[in-house]
Antibody, heavy 119, light 107 residues
Protein backbone atom coordinates (compact mmCIF):
# COMPACT_ATOMS: atom_id res chain seq x y z
CA UNK A 1 0.00 0.00 0.00
CA UNK A 2 1.53 3.28 -1.13
CA UNK A 3 1.11 6.26 1.18
CA UNK A 4 2.67 9.72 1.20
CA UNK A 5 2.49 12.52 3.73
CA UNK A 6 3.66 16.10 3.50
CA UNK A 7 5.13 18.00 6.43
CA UNK A 8 6.48 21.47 6.96
CA UNK A 9 5.54 24.92 8.22
CA UNK A 10 1.99 26.14 7.87
CA UNK A 11 3.02 29.79 7.90
CA UNK A 12 6.04 31.46 6.31
CA UNK A 13 6.92 35.11 5.93
CA UNK A 14 7.50 36.81 2.59
CA UNK A 15 11.09 36.39 1.29
CA UNK A 16 11.65 33.32 3.49
CA UNK A 17 12.55 29.89 2.16
CA UNK A 18 9.98 27.12 2.40
CA UNK A 19 11.13 23.57 3.11
CA UNK A 20 8.64 20.74 2.73
CA UNK A 21 9.23 17.06 3.38
CA UNK A 22 7.38 14.18 1.79
CA UNK A 23 7.63 10.95 3.77
CA UNK A 24 6.40 7.88 1.93
CA UNK A 25 5.94 4.16 2.36
CA UNK A 26 4.97 1.21 0.22
CA UNK A 27 7.61 1.76 -2.45
CA UNK A 28 11.30 2.51 -2.83
CA UNK A 29 12.72 5.49 -4.65
CA UNK A 30 15.61 3.29 -5.74
CA UNK A 31 13.29 1.19 -7.91
CA UNK A 32 13.77 1.82 -11.63
CA UNK A 33 11.08 3.99 -13.18
CA UNK A 34 9.76 5.46 -9.95
CA UNK A 35 9.60 9.13 -9.00
CA UNK A 36 8.14 11.53 -6.44
CA UNK A 37 6.85 14.95 -7.34
CA UNK A 38 5.26 18.07 -5.91
CA UNK A 39 2.09 19.80 -7.05
CA UNK A 40 0.43 22.81 -5.47
CA UNK A 41 -3.06 24.29 -5.49
CA UNK A 42 -3.85 27.87 -4.41
CA UNK A 43 -7.19 28.17 -2.61
CA UNK A 44 -10.02 27.82 -5.10
CA UNK A 45 -7.66 27.47 -8.04
CA UNK A 46 -6.22 24.81 -10.31
CA UNK A 47 -3.39 22.36 -9.77
CA UNK A 48 0.14 23.44 -10.70
CA UNK A 49 3.04 21.01 -11.09
CA UNK A 50 6.27 22.09 -9.39
CA UNK A 51 8.98 19.44 -9.49
CA UNK A 52 9.75 15.74 -9.94
CA UNK A 53 12.69 13.58 -8.90
CA UNK A 54 13.35 10.13 -10.33
CA UNK A 55 14.93 6.98 -8.94
CA UNK A 56 18.19 7.80 -10.74
CA UNK A 57 18.30 11.34 -9.23
CA UNK A 58 17.20 12.96 -12.49
CA UNK A 59 15.23 16.10 -11.65
CA UNK A 60 12.63 18.12 -13.53
CA UNK A 61 11.24 21.52 -12.62
CA UNK A 62 8.44 23.78 -13.71
CA UNK A 63 10.10 26.26 -16.07
CA UNK A 64 8.31 29.21 -14.47
CA UNK A 65 9.56 28.33 -10.97
CA UNK A 66 12.84 26.58 -11.73
CA UNK A 67 15.05 29.32 -10.32
CA UNK A 68 13.32 29.06 -6.92
CA UNK A 69 12.97 25.30 -6.52
CA UNK A 70 15.25 22.49 -5.37
CA UNK A 71 14.13 18.88 -4.99
CA UNK A 72 16.23 16.23 -3.29
CA UNK A 73 15.74 12.68 -2.06
CA UNK A 74 16.94 10.58 0.84
CA UNK A 75 16.30 7.03 -0.26
CA UNK A 76 17.33 5.54 3.08
CA UNK A 77 14.73 7.65 4.91
CA UNK A 78 12.04 7.33 2.22
CA UNK A 79 11.84 11.10 2.02
CA UNK A 80 11.79 13.76 -0.67
CA UNK A 81 12.42 17.40 0.21
CA UNK A 82 11.30 20.45 -1.74
CA UNK A 83 12.71 23.89 -1.05
CA UNK A 84 11.24 27.07 -2.52
CA UNK A 85 13.06 30.34 -2.03
CA UNK A 86 11.81 33.90 -1.82
CA UNK A 87 8.26 33.04 -0.82
CA UNK A 88 5.50 35.49 -1.70
CA UNK A 89 1.82 35.68 -0.68
CA UNK A 90 0.88 34.35 -4.14
CA UNK A 91 2.63 31.11 -3.16
CA UNK A 92 -0.07 30.47 -0.57
CA UNK A 93 -1.42 27.05 -1.50
CA UNK A 94 -1.94 23.46 -0.52
CA UNK A 95 1.21 21.57 -1.44
CA UNK A 96 0.89 17.91 -2.42
CA UNK A 97 3.52 15.27 -2.96
CA UNK A 98 2.71 12.32 -5.18
CA UNK A 99 4.17 9.02 -6.36
CA UNK A 100 5.07 8.95 -10.03
CA UNK A 101 4.92 5.80 -12.13
CA UNK A 102 6.32 5.51 -15.67
CA UNK A 103 2.91 4.75 -17.18
CA UNK A 104 0.45 6.22 -14.71
CA UNK A 105 2.29 9.47 -13.89
CA UNK A 106 1.03 10.80 -10.52
CA UNK A 107 -1.02 7.90 -9.25
CA UNK A 108 -0.86 8.21 -5.47
CA UNK A 109 -1.14 11.54 -3.66
CA UNK A 110 -0.53 12.72 -0.14
CA UNK A 111 -3.25 14.54 1.77
CA UNK A 112 -1.60 17.90 1.16
CA UNK A 113 -0.40 20.62 3.50
CA UNK A 114 -1.63 24.21 3.44
CA UNK A 115 1.14 26.78 3.46
CA UNK A 116 0.22 30.41 4.04
CA UNK A 117 2.63 33.19 3.17
CA UNK A 118 2.00 36.26 5.26
CA UNK A 119 3.89 38.74 7.36
CA UNK B 1 -4.79 30.85 -17.72
CA UNK B 2 -4.03 27.15 -18.27
CA UNK B 3 -2.54 25.89 -21.53
CA UNK B 4 -4.96 22.97 -21.33
CA UNK B 5 -8.46 24.38 -21.66
CA UNK B 6 -11.41 22.87 -19.82
CA UNK B 7 -14.93 24.23 -19.38
CA UNK B 8 -15.18 25.73 -15.89
CA UNK B 9 -18.39 23.92 -15.14
CA UNK B 10 -20.58 21.01 -16.19
CA UNK B 11 -23.74 19.52 -14.83
CA UNK B 12 -26.11 16.62 -15.18
CA UNK B 13 -28.88 14.75 -13.47
CA UNK B 14 -28.50 11.33 -11.84
CA UNK B 15 -28.24 8.58 -14.43
CA UNK B 16 -27.28 10.96 -17.21
CA UNK B 17 -24.07 10.85 -19.25
CA UNK B 18 -21.81 13.88 -19.16
CA UNK B 19 -18.58 14.68 -20.95
CA UNK B 20 -15.78 17.06 -20.03
CA UNK B 21 -13.41 18.29 -22.69
CA UNK B 22 -9.74 19.22 -22.51
CA UNK B 23 -8.21 21.14 -25.39
CA UNK B 24 -4.47 21.49 -25.91
CA UNK B 25 -1.97 21.67 -28.73
CA UNK B 26 0.40 19.57 -30.80
CA UNK B 27 3.17 19.92 -28.22
CA UNK B 28 1.16 18.51 -25.30
CA UNK B 29 -2.00 16.48 -25.95
CA UNK B 30 -1.04 16.01 -29.59
CA UNK B 31 2.25 14.37 -28.62
CA UNK B 32 1.63 12.80 -25.20
CA UNK B 33 -0.94 10.86 -23.26
CA UNK B 34 -3.61 12.46 -21.09
CA UNK B 35 -4.49 11.73 -17.48
CA UNK B 36 -7.65 12.73 -15.65
CA UNK B 37 -7.94 13.42 -11.93
CA UNK B 38 -11.00 13.67 -9.70
CA UNK B 39 -10.88 15.95 -6.69
CA UNK B 40 -13.74 15.57 -4.24
CA UNK B 41 -14.40 18.59 -2.01
CA UNK B 42 -11.68 19.05 0.58
CA UNK B 43 -9.61 16.07 -0.56
CA UNK B 44 -6.49 15.37 -2.58
CA UNK B 45 -6.78 14.61 -6.29
CA UNK B 46 -7.28 10.99 -7.28
CA UNK B 47 -6.08 9.41 -10.52
CA UNK B 48 -9.16 8.56 -12.59
CA UNK B 49 -7.82 7.85 -16.08
CA UNK B 50 -4.24 7.39 -17.32
CA UNK B 51 -2.76 6.92 -20.77
CA UNK B 52 -5.83 8.52 -22.38
CA UNK B 53 -8.27 5.73 -21.61
CA UNK B 54 -6.97 3.37 -18.93
CA UNK B 55 -8.67 3.06 -15.56
CA UNK B 56 -6.65 2.31 -12.42
CA UNK B 57 -7.86 -0.58 -10.34
CA UNK B 58 -10.96 0.39 -8.38
CA UNK B 59 -12.22 3.10 -10.72
CA UNK B 60 -15.72 2.23 -11.94
CA UNK B 61 -16.18 1.59 -15.65
CA UNK B 62 -18.71 4.43 -15.67
CA UNK B 63 -15.65 6.62 -16.20
CA UNK B 64 -13.98 6.56 -19.60
CA UNK B 65 -11.43 8.66 -21.43
CA UNK B 66 -10.63 9.31 -25.05
CA UNK B 67 -8.23 11.40 -27.09
CA UNK B 68 -8.33 12.69 -30.63
CA UNK B 69 -5.66 14.94 -32.07
CA UNK B 70 -5.06 17.80 -29.65
CA UNK B 71 -8.17 17.23 -27.53
CA UNK B 72 -9.24 14.74 -24.91
CA UNK B 73 -12.51 13.95 -23.19
CA UNK B 74 -13.69 12.39 -19.98
CA UNK B 75 -17.10 10.74 -20.04
CA UNK B 76 -19.12 9.79 -16.99
CA UNK B 77 -22.12 7.59 -17.57
CA UNK B 78 -24.84 6.73 -15.06
CA UNK B 79 -24.06 9.94 -13.17
CA UNK B 80 -24.23 9.63 -9.39
CA UNK B 81 -24.37 12.24 -6.66
CA UNK B 82 -20.96 11.17 -5.41
CA UNK B 83 -19.46 12.15 -8.76
CA UNK B 84 -19.86 15.81 -7.83
CA UNK B 85 -16.27 17.01 -7.82
CA UNK B 86 -13.63 18.97 -9.70
CA UNK B 87 -12.03 17.19 -12.65
CA UNK B 88 -8.60 17.99 -14.07
CA UNK B 89 -6.88 16.84 -17.23
CA UNK B 90 -3.08 16.66 -17.39
CA UNK B 91 -0.51 16.18 -20.13
CA UNK B 92 3.21 16.66 -20.58
CA UNK B 93 4.63 19.39 -22.71
CA UNK B 94 8.07 20.74 -21.79
CA UNK B 95 6.62 20.45 -18.30
CA UNK B 96 3.60 18.77 -16.80
CA UNK B 97 0.47 20.79 -17.49
CA UNK B 98 -2.86 20.67 -15.73
CA UNK B 99 -6.11 21.99 -17.12
CA UNK B 100 -7.97 24.72 -15.29
CA UNK B 101 -10.42 22.21 -13.87
CA UNK B 102 -14.12 21.55 -14.40
CA UNK B 103 -16.57 21.66 -11.52
CA UNK B 104 -19.19 18.97 -12.04
CA UNK B 105 -22.54 19.51 -10.37
CA UNK B 106 -25.07 16.72 -10.06
CA UNK B 107 -28.48 18.38 -10.13
Amino acid sequence: QITLKESGPTLVKPTQTLTLTCTFSGFSLSTSGVGVGWIRQPPGKALEWLALIFWDDDKRYSPSLKSRLTITKDTSKNQVVLTMTNMDPVDTATYYCAHWGPVTDFDYWGQGTLVTVSS
Amino acid sequence: QSVLTQPPSASGTPGQRVTISCSGSSSNIGSNTVNWYQQLPGTAPKLLIYSNNQRPSGVPDRFSGSKSGTSASLAISGLQSEDEADYYCAAWDDSLLFGGGTKLTVL
